[in-house]
């Protein structure tokens, strides 16, 4: 009986039942139709890792590498300092309360003017709020290293401090997202924040040992020589336009 149904159907029916060994009409079309580009079977190629992407960015672009720097000199910096900082005031008798205080205090300033530095980096150009964070950097360094022992200079130290970072961070993180190419962009973005964090961490790992060794005091002075470089590269960065800054590759 199966055979003769089979027998007496026509095609239409035929084509019409289900599953792979009924692919009739309805698959027909899909047959005819154009079929998957030749590329979209290929495996994706593997994209090259984010560190290596940043790292020829850097190769190939001065400014790309000024803003870098930039980042780095300030994660250092900041973290470096940020993290002796509630050591030195238990030490001098400061208590819980001061600390969290002063852990708030400079935590808002890394974040709380960020829409305003984007605003200034835009006006002046990216290089000049740099110029400016480095300033601040500076200042809050020079405090720490000649009033460890005021709970008040501290404080307002932390402040500036993170205020600082914040100039340098931000206005450099947008430098370098204006000078590289669309195409690597987001690689290298992210290649700048491992590479960051990393720097923070080494950063937080040395500063133990060596205010250990020797005081709050002389931690800010090597933090102090570690600005030098950049404060360099920034006097001496070529004039460009605040639309020059701003602009990005097409």
Do not use: K
């Not at 055979?3 to 698959?27: L, N």
């Not at 980096?121 to 480095?134: E, M, P, Y």
């Not at 290649?191 to 961490?201: E, R």
Request: proline share 6%; with cysteine; aromatic share 2%.
């Amino acid at each position: 009986l199966l055979r003769a149904a089979a027998r007496g159907a026509g095609p239409a029916e035929v084509g019409a039942a289900p599953g792979p060994a009924g692919a009739g009409a309805d698959a027909v079309p899909a047959l005819d139709g154009p079929g998957p580009a030749p590329d979209a079977a290929r495996p994706p190629a593997r994209r090259r890792g984010r560190l290596r992407q940043l790292l020829a960015e850097a190769r190939a672009n001065g400014a790309a590498r000024y803003a870098v720097t930039a980042i780095l000199t300030a994660q250092i910096v900041m973290v470096a300092i940020m993290t002796m900082t509630p050591v030195h005031i238990a030490h001098h008798g400061g208590s819980i309360t001061v600390v969290g205080l002063t852990i708030s205090l400079h935590v808002a300033g890394m974040f709380a003017l960020a829409p305003l530095v984007g605003l200034l980096a835009d006006r002046f150009g990216h290089r000049a709020a740099v110029g400016g964070g480095v300033l601040i950097l500076l200042a809050s360094l020079l405090l720490a290293a000649l009033r460890p022992d005021s709970t008040a200079g501290i404080v307002v130290s932390l402040i500036l401090l993170g205020v600082g970072w914040s100039f340098v961070n931000v206005s450099a993180s947008a430098l370098f997202s204006a000078v590289i190419t669309d195409r690597s962009r987001a690689s290298s973005q992210g290649g700048i924040d491992a590479l960051a964090n990393l720097c923070g961490a080494s950063a937080a790992l040395a500063a133990g040992p060596l205010m250990a060794v020797s005081s709050f005091s002389v931690l800010s002075l090597l933090a102090i020589l570690a600005l030098v470089p950049l404060a360099v590269l920034t006097v001496r960065a070529p004039r460009r336009s605040a639309s020059a800054d701003r602009a990005r590759p097409a």
